[in-house]
């Protein structure tokens, strides 16, 4: 009975289905929606794509222009040897004041050529620098300079723990002992440890700590020029806790200073140590030396002004005063006080010549969080600036042309947005799109050129030019969300992560200094101290960049689209800067930190 009453109702369900006055018609529903996309796609996404296509070419045409002038400066400063010696004044400190004493009183002029060394402080800032601290210091006390008028400032904001334990196992014949021995040291006593120990062989080394972390570096710059015996410096030397400068490197900067009033920065190229480390360190140096061979020199040369590098300089200290001293209102303090000096009339120098050993980030992470400051920081201060540059009447109009529209607008704006959008974005989807056509010569031609332009930075890296494009377009994901933050002034725009260096990490193992029967095993901890030394397993999932595997996975599809439809003939870009994309997503750049 229950199955023909079933089969009853199905039959008056049946009835009643077909009794109804409109019938859904679904091929005709789904022909509305296409043709509601199809008006959609015409209306505004393919309007949409063709305004990014002519904004894309227009700021690509700008970076272009901007590269060739600076490949023409720097060609003509070669070509007629227009070296910093040459446009300034330059003559060895002291070497006036001994040929004017008399030939016949040699100690008269011994004391005159010393009295004629001015005051410099060093300072150099910190920050949990335990593989590099000693370098630094090693360094800064090793300078030629006379030992009563240098002063070495080491600003340790430290707040890590280091905890050490010393593991010695005896093996006998009957049995094993294991003997544990524990202590703890906070990494500011290692650096006031070292700083005593160059106390102790007469340098005029000072250890400054703060009781806070406000304003970071710019603060701890900062609170470093108020103490009493700063007063009586002329000059900062500045030097990051990884950069190890040759004895003789204020011989050679500080006469600049000296002799021409109007300067107020001397800044030095940085020469890097572990460039070879990796792929990700050729990468970074390919980028740094186009930047200090090229941009900064063409900077001095043209304009006296370019953006400092935040160490491995030599600072007035009567411009710094005078530009309203360190301000740690954006994330690049040292960007902040060089576009003020310079609003002030003060002039740069870059010194080429003189290099400083660095050390680059060698894990990708360290690499990215320094790529977010960089980023960042000139979006934000441009934003905050743009409105005073217009106005000041301390410069010329074309100086501040080229302050507001090189320097920021193209070199920190565009140069960082418009990689994404062009490369990473707007070729894909026209793939996508038939009516989106894109000149040859902006797909081709001047992308060519841009990259050649900022290839002969560094020759011997020639052959990683095509490796190293597709990485700066992946970096660029980065860089776009950074810029964009700073001008929104959102989310982590005041991030500070200070960059971490591994100095010989990677490459010294512990020396046991004993047989093969002991063994000492060293365990870094970070405050707080956690009494279980066990190191949480980190998931497998959380090292992956999904952000970067996203559009890689888009731009490879975009790629595949091409083959089989578009036959437009990008699909050999798309597919390997799909694959850069998907490398750098899994995390195969770069070393693992130990």
Sequence with gaps: MSSSGGGGVAEEVARLW????????????AAQWAAAAAAARAAVVVPAVRALVAVSLAMTVMILAEKLFVAAVCLAVRAFRLRP??????????????????????????????????????????????EVYKLSIGAACSLDWPSDRVVIQVLDDSTDLVVKVFIVIYFTDISSRIIRSTSSLVIKDLVEKECQKWQGKGVNIKYEVRGNRKGYKAGALKEGLKHDYVKECEYIAMFDADFQPESD???????????????ALVQTRWKFVNANECLLTRFQEMSLDYHFKYEQEAGSSVYSFFGFNGTAGVWRIAAIDDAGGWKDRTTVEDMDL????????????????????????????????????????????????????????????????????????????????????????VIPVSVWLPEIEIPLWGVVYVPTVITLCKAVGTPSSFHLVILWVLFENVMSLHRIKAAVTGILEAGRVNEWVVTEKLG??????????????????????????????????TRFWDKYHYSEIFVGICIILSGFYDVLYAKKGYYIFLFIQGL??????????GVCPP
């Design 18 to 29: 077909g009794e109804l006055p409109v019938r859904v018609d679904w091929a005709a529903v």
């Design 85 to 130: 010696d040459r446009r300034y004044k330059w003559l060895p400190i002291g070497a006036a004041a001994a040929a004017a004493s008399s030939e016949d009183d040699e100690e008269s002029g011994l004391v005159a050529a010393a009295a004629a060394f001015p005051m410099v402080l060093v300072q150099i800032p910190m920050f949990n620098e335990r």
């Design 249 to 263: 490197f204020l011989l050679r900067t500080v006469p600049f200073l000296v002799h021409n009033s109007e300067i």
């Design 338 to 425: 060089a576009v003020r000096a310079t609003l002030q009339g003060w002039k740069f120098v870059y010194v080429g010549d003189v290099k400083v050993k660095s050390e680059l980030p060698s894990t990708f992470k360290a690499y990215r969080f320094q790529q977010h400051r960089w980023s960042c920081g000139p979006a934000n201060l441009f934003k905050k600036m743009m409105v005073e540059i217009l106005e000041n009447k301390k410069v010329s109009f074309w100086n501040k042309i080229h302050l507001w529209y090189d320097f920021f607008f193209v070199g920190k704006i565009a140069a960082h947005t418009v990689t994404f959008i062009y490369y990473c974005f």
């Design 504 to 537: 010989d990490a990677n490459k010294t193992k512990p020396d046991t200094n004993g047989s093969d029967a002991v063994k000492v095993i060293d365990v870094e901890l970070t405050t707080p101290l956690i009494p279980k030394l066990k190191k949480r397993r």
């Design 580 to 589: 850069a994309f998907l490398i750098v997503g899994f995390d195969y750049i």
